[in-house]
């Protein structure tokens, strides 16, 4: 008997360091699942910003720019028609061939003038235009360096030097104007303002900005008025009958559809056959809006079950009608958590790219929009957009552009926490 | 009047009817002495008026912006020789384009036929017409509402009753946007995937293995070639889909579950909403870091490994995928693991069960059905899921399961087919929406299930 006992407890015993190995690995596995989490985000932000810090800053060049009238071929700069007419690119040609000396052979000239970008000439325009009497005088301009030479210029004399597109004479010559110090990094402002271009050094994602703000400004008008009035419905009028249960299994069955089937509904309903505007911030705000409802009904509905019955038997116990009750006591009392539910699926809305593209945001479009019913594009779309693009100074405009969304996100959701924090009240 | 200013127009009458009926509710308490001898509270006579005055208009205004559009079409088509009206639906909308291209002046009048120029400016006429009509007719019932409603006030008007009503009704309305949205994306997606098996049967559609819409619009053939066979799209989803959940569901797993019974508080607080960052990065910026981060390095991996793989292998779509899947996988991990209640885990760790055997042995099967759920609620997510595929996956559709080659996804084909220029009667972009409609079904199918599956293993513990 007592053998036969010991010899049990050794079988346990000698399990036992089995047992504890196992336990081990099971919680290195766990350990190391973790680890590959926050490996996954720390590589995706270092790369992103790794390849995007450097879309602030653009490389400009100063060159000595005469305002020839007879280069240009106009006489009379009040004119704006005569302006109009006027090759500025000529200027920055004659600029740089007073620069760096005659150039032998056409090759030769097309590399010098692709020093600088084609939009100089623009920026010359827009001074003359601002201060006529230029015409005739010069002055020494920072002018916008070509996309090739901005992306050699800032891999210089790293370990990664991009030579790729840009010759060993422009080299020399930029190399020349560096000693100089008449070339540089400057704060990269167009990024912030201007809209898309096929030229990377004049893209920027100010029109994409004022899409999204659009486009938003839409969609928050309609999914949070209508979400928190669905929430209330739900959470307070709501008779348990089938329509009921069958808004539930709706609302919750759209929360989980992809949302490029939203983007098939939007071309089918509301282009095909409402006849809305293509590519209109108006058109992308309704989708957007159809896509986040069920988050802000959801937290809404959240927000309303938080608020204790006291409060509800209280004001029906003054002699309160139940929509009295609801409208003014539930619904100021919830309204932080609503607002919190608002914020994070307007922060869905402002990531979302499918159903856009479905509905025609993913136009090339260079001006800042102006209204609801115009052609815009959005910040993520821009991003898809210029992702797709073969020049390599795109991939440091697209980081850029990814920075600047991802800095909204964490401003709208770190927004969300101080409302939560500041304004929820625990009872 | 344009319809915005029509509803500026609406708002600004029916603040007028709330001003009238709220100080004609006050002349109506004077003479009975104060305004508790009346039935509701002046607030809700003024609304009372305000509703009456502006949501008859309203909904005639709804109605008229909803159904302006083909009225007007039809009485132009009625309007033109009926030798210029052509037979067939494609040609009949053409010329119809035609007419309200020349009437908005971009189309110029010199090169059209004479009819065309007189249907243009028929239709120009009769949306002139149109447009004055309903103004009349709206402001008419805005007006003719406000007097009756402030006309027939009583003291003994039951004005809250009436509001309320009109607030419980609007409120269902809002709640059933849901269900219209529902019905709205079923509706237009079947009904042009319907268009779509009218061009190409279906059986060709579900069975056949060779997949390339562009060929099928050149050559001017209409089904038959076999070219919109879809079996190549369903397997690189799902090969795209079982790679992410292959990384997804073990990772998210094993992480939820030793957040929750191994780290330590401090490391739970910072780990935690470390991994929902990933939850919150856009799906495009994934796409972006698929395509030219993670790819590339793959394929130089394989180069050194003597592998070739394509830069568009699915591999790297599917890595991505299963990264940005990961959060969703172990919050619900997470949430299902909490429930299981104490009593289990106690009993086990008094039996002298280590930590992982109470894990391995209680916890998870108790907790399967919920895991079950929240897989397949994960597999959905992959499915539909859009961006990443289509900046890091292919667009020839081969057949193959082979994770370093190419593949297409029935979303990634969704998108191609119907960005940039469409005709709508191509079968080449209906294919889109019936692409879509399977993609609904399936998604609507996984997420029935999964959301019966969690629901049913929360009542158990409940």
Same mark, same amino acid.
């Given at each position: 008997?007592?053998?036969?006992?010991?010899?049990?407890?050794?079988?346990?015993?000698?399990?036992?360091?089995?047992?504890?190995?196992?336990?081990?690995?099971?919680?290195?596995?766990?350990?190391?699942?973790?680890? $590959?989490?926050?490996?996954?985000? #720390?590589?995706?932000?270092?790369?992103?910003?790794?390849?995007?810090?450097?879309?602030?800053?653009?490389?400009?060049?100063?060159?000595?720019?005469?305002?020839?009238?007879?280069?240009?071929?106009?006489?009379?700069?009040?004119?704006?028609?005569?302006?109009?007419?006027?090759?500025?690119?000529?200027?920055?040609?004659?600029?740089?061939?007073?620069?760096?000396?005659?150039?032998?052979?056409? =090759?030769?000239?097309?590399?010098?003038?692709?020093?600088?970008?084609?939009?100089?000439?623009?920026?010359?325009?827009?001074?003359?235009?601002?201060?006529?009497?230029?015409?005739?005088?010069?002055?020494?301009?920072?002018?916008?360096?070509?996309?090739?030479?901005?992306?050699?210029?800032?891999?210089?004399?790293?370990?990664?030097?991009?030579?790729?597109?840009?010759?060993?004479?422009?080299?020399?010559?930029?190399?020349?104007?560096?000693?100089?110090?008449?070339?540089? #990094?400057?704060?990269?402002?167009?990024?912030?303002?201007?809209?898309?271009?096929?030229?990377?050094?004049?893209?920027?994602?100010?029109?994409? =900005?004022?899409?999204?703000?659009?486009?938003?400004?839409?969609?928050?008008?309609? =999914?949070?008025?209508?979400?928190?009035?669905? *929430?209330?419905?739900?959470?307070?009028?709501?008779?348990?009958?089938?329509?009921?249960?069958?808004?539930?299994?709706?609302?919750?069955?759209?929360?989980?559809?992809?949302?490029?089937?939203?983007? %098939?509904?939007? %071309? *089918?309903?509301?282009?095909?056959?409402?006849?809305?505007?293509?590519?209109?911030?108006?058109?992308?705000?309704?989708?957007? *809006?159809?896509?986040? %409802?069920?988050?802000?009904?959801?937290?809404?509905?959240?927000?309303?079950?938080?608020?204790?019955?006291?409060?509800?038997?209280?004001?029906?116990?003054?002699?309160?009608?139940?929509?009295?009750?609801?409208?003014?006591?539930?619904?100021?009392? *919830?309204?932080?958590?609503?607002?919190?539910?608002?914020?994070?699926?307007?922060?869905?809305?402002?990531?979302?790219?499918?159903?856009?593209?479905?509905?025609?945001?993913?136009? $090339?479009?260079?001006?800042?929009?102006?209204? $609801?019913?115009?052609?815009?594009?959005?910040?993520?779309?821009?991003? $898809?957009?210029?992702?797709?693009?073969?020049?390599?100074?795109?991939?440091?405009?697209?980081?850029? =552009?990814?920075?600047?969304?991802?800095?909204?996100?964490?401003?709208?959701?770190? #927004?969300?926490?101080?409302?939560?924090?500041?304004?929820?009240?625990?009872? | 009047?344009?319809?915005?200013?029509?509803?500026?127009?609406?708002?600004?009458?029916?603040?007028?009817?709330?001003?009238?009926?709220?100080?004609?509710?006050?002349?109506?308490?004077?003479?009975?002495?104060?305004? !508790?001898?009346?039935?509701?509270?002046?607030?809700?006579?003024?609304?009372?008026?305000?509703?009456?005055?502006?949501?008859?208009?309203?909904?005639?205004?709804?109605?008229?912006?909803?159904?302006?559009?083909?009225?007007?079409?039809?009485?132009?088509?009625?309007?033109?020789?009926?030798?210029?009206?052509?037979?067939?639906?494609?040609? !009949?909308?053409?010329?119809?384009?035609?007419?309200?291209?020349? &009437?908005?002046?971009?189309?110029?009048?010199?090169?059209?036929?004479?009819?065309?120029?007189?249907?243009?400016? !028929?239709?120009?006429?009769?949306?002139?017409?149109?447009?004055?009509?309903?103004?009349?007719?709206?402001?008419?019932?805005?007006?003719? @509402?406000?007097?009756?409603?402030?006309?027939?006030?009583?003291?003994?008007?039951?004005?809250?009753?009436?509001?309320? /009503?009109?607030? !419980?009704?609007?409120?269902?309305?809002?709640?059933?946007?849901?269900?219209?949205?529902?019905?709205?994306?079923?509706?237009?997606?079947?009904?042009?995937?319907?268009?779509?098996?009218?061009?190409?049967?279906?059986?060709?559609?579900?069975?056949?293995?060779?997949?390339?819409?562009?060929?099928?619009?050149?050559?001017?053939?209409?089904?038959?070639?076999?070219?919109?066979?879809?079996?190549?799209?369903?397997?690189?989803?799902?090969?795209?889909?079982?790679?992410?959940?292959?990384?997804?569901?073990?990772? +998210?797993?094993?992480?939820?579950?030793?957040?929750?019974?191994?780290?330590?508080?401090?490391?739970?607080?910072?780990? /935690?909403?470390?991994?929902?960052?990933?939850?919150?990065?856009?799906?495009?910026?994934? @796409?972006?870091?698929?395509?030219?981060?993670?790819?590339?390095?793959?394929?130089?991996?394989?180069?050194?490994?003597?592998?070739?793989?394509?830069?568009?292998?699915?591999?790297?779509?599917?890595?991505?995928?299963?990264?940005?899947?990961?959060?969703?996988?172990?919050?619900?991990?997470?949430?299902?693991?909490?429930?299981?209640?104490?009593?289990?885990?106690?009993?086990?760790?008094?039996? +002298?069960?280590?930590?992982?055997?109470?894990? /391995?042995?209680?916890?998870?099967?108790?907790?399967?059905?919920?895991?079950?759920? +929240?897989?397949?609620?994960?597999?959905?997510?992959?499915?539909?899921?859009?961006?990443?595929?289509?900046?890091?996956? @292919?667009?020839? &559709?081969?057949?193959?399961?082979?994770?370093?080659?190419?593949?297409?996804?029935?979303?990634?084909?969704?998108?191609?087919?119907?960005?940039?220029?469409?005709?709508?009667?191509?079968?080449?972009?209906?294919?889109?929406?019936?692409?879509?409609?399977?993609?609904?079904?399936?998604?609507?199918?996984?997420?029935?299930?999964?959301?019966?599956?969690? /629901?049913?293993?929360?009542?158990?513990?409940?």
């Amino acid at each position: 008997m007592t053998e036969h006992k010991a010899s049990t407890a050794e079988i346990i015993r000698a399990s036992l360091k089995r047992r504890y190995r196992a336990e081990r690995r099971f919680r290195l596995y766990g350990l190391l699942a973790v680890c $590959f989490g926050l490996l996954a985000v #720390l590589l995706l932000l270092t790369d992103i910003i790794g390849k995007g810090h450097g879309a602030f800053r653009q490389t400009y060049v100063q060159l000595p720019i005469h305002y020839d009238p007879e280069l240009l071929g106009i006489g009379d700069a009040t004119d704006p028609e005569t302006l109009m007419r006027g090759d500025y690119q000529a200027l920055v040609r004659q600029a740089l061939r007073a620069r760096f000396g005659e150039v032998s052979g056409r =090759a030769e000239a097309r590399e010098l003038n692709a020093l600088v970008s084609d939009g100089a000439g623009y920026e010359l325009l827009a001074r003359l235009r601002a201060r006529p009497a230029l015409l005739g005088t010069s002055e020494t301009l920072w002018l916008l360096a070509d996309d090739d030479v901005d992306t050699w210029f800032k891999s210089r004399g790293g370990s990664n030097e991009f030579t790729g597109r840009v010759s060993e004479r422009q080299i020399a010559w930029v190399a020349s104007l560096a000693e100089q110090g008449e070339v540089a #990094l400057r704060f990269n402002a167009n990024f912030f303002t201007r809209g898309d271009s096929r030229e990377p050094e004049e893209a920027g994602i100010g029109g994409a =900005a004022k899409g999204t703000l659009l486009t938003l400004a839409i969609t928050l008008l309609l =999914a949070f008025p209508i979400g928190v009035a669905a *929430a209330i419905y739900l959470e307070e009028f709501a008779p348990k009958n089938r329509w009921t249960d069958f808004i539930e299994v709706n609302i919750n069955n759209l929360a989980a559809v992809p949302s490029v089937i939203f983007g %098939l509904l939007g %071309l *089918a309903v509301f282009i095909n056959f409402f006849q809305m505007p293509r590519s209109a911030p108006v058109l992308g705000g309704v989708v957007l *809006a159809l896509v986040t %409802l069920p988050t802000v009904i959801i937290s809404s509905r959240a927000a309303i079950k938080s608020v204790p019955p006291s409060i509800r038997e209280a004001a029906l116990a003054v002699g309160a009608s139940k929509m009295q009750v609801v409208l003014s006591h539930v619904l100021p009392l *919830a309204m932080p958590g609503m607002l919190t539910g608002a914020i994070l699926g307007m922060a869905h809305a402002l990531g979302e790219t499918a159903p856009l593209l479905m509905i025609g945001m993913v136009a $090339f479009i260079v001006d800042v929009p102006g209204g $609801f019913t115009e052609s815009a594009t959005v910040l993520p779309v821009q991003i $898809f957009l210029w992702a797709d693009s073969p020049e390599r100074a795109f991939v440091e405009k697209t980081s850029g =552009a990814i920075m600047v969304l991802l800095a909204f996100l964490t401003l709208m959701n770190a #927004l969300a926490v101080v409302l939560r924090k500041r304004l929820e009240r625990r009872w | 009047m344009s319809p915005v200013n029509l509803v500026i127009s609406l708002a600004l009458l029916s603040a007028v009817a709330y001003y009238l009926a709220h100080s004609r509710s006050l002349a109506l308490a004077k003479p009975l002495g104060g305004i !508790r001898h009346l039935h509701s509270l002046p607030l809700y006579y003024g609304l009372r008026g305000a509703v009456w005055c502006g949501l008859p208009a309203l909904v005639v205004l709804c109605l008229w912006l909803m159904f302006d559009d083909p009225v007007v079409q039809s009485l132009v088509l009625a309007g033109l020789p009926a030798n210029a009206v052509p037979a067939g639906p494609a040609e !009949r909308s053409l010329l119809l384009s035609t007419v309200v291209n020349v &009437a908005s002046g971009a189309l110029p009048v010199a090169e059209q036929p004479a009819a065309v120029v007189a249907a243009a400016e !028929r239709y120009n006429t009769l949306r002139g017409s149109g447009q004055l009509l309903v103004a009349v007719i709206t402001l008419g019932v805005a007006v003719s @509402g406000l007097l009756w409603g402030v006309r027939r006030m009583s003291p003994q008007l039951r004005a809250r009753q009436e509001v309320e /009503k009109v607030f !419980r009704w609007a409120l269902l309305a809002c709640a059933s946007i849901a269900i219209f949205t529902t019905l709205g994306i079923l509706l237009s997606v079947l009904f042009e995937a319907l268009r779509f098996f009218q061009a190409v049967p279906l059986t060709d559609f579900l069975f056949g293995l060779e997949w390339s819409p562009q060929m099928a619009i050149r050559e001017g053939q209409v089904g038959g070639s076999g070219a919109f066979g879809a079996v190549p799209l369903f397997v690189g989803t799902l090969l795209i889909s079982a790679i992410a959940l292959l990384v997804a569901v073990p990772v +998210g797993l094993m992480s939820a579950i030793y957040l929750a019974e191994y780290a330590s508080a401090r490391m739970r607080n910072v780990a /935690k909403p470390a991994l929902e960052i990933l939850a919150g990065v856009p799906t495009v910026v994934y @796409g972006f870091f698929a395509a030219l981060t993670v790819a590339p390095f793959i394929r130089e991996l394989g180069a050194t490994l003597g592998l070739s793989v394509s830069s568009e292998s699915a591999l790297a779509a599917g890595l991505v995928m299963g990264v940005m899947i990961i959060p969703f996988v172990s919050s619900l991990t997470d949430d299902i693991i909490t429930a299981v209640p104490n009593s289990l885990r106690d009993g086990s760790l008094a039996l +002298g069960a280590t930590r992982s055997e109470t894990v /391995k042995k209680v916890i998870v099967p108790a907790a399967l059905p919920g895991i079950v759920g +929240g897989v397949l609620l994960a597999a959905s997510r992959a499915i539909g899921e859009t961006m990443i595929v289509v900046m890091a996956a @292919g667009l020839a &559709a081969r057949l193959t399961l082979n994770p370093l080659d190419t593949v297409t996804t029935i979303t990634v084909q969704i998108v191609t087919l119907l960005v940039g220029d469409q005709e709508f009667d191509s079968p080449k972009t209906l294919a889109a929406f019936a692409l879509g409609l399977m993609l609904f079904v399936t998604t609507l199918l996984l997420n029935v299930i999964a959301l019966y599956i969690v /629901k049913k293993y929360r009542e158990l513990y409940d």
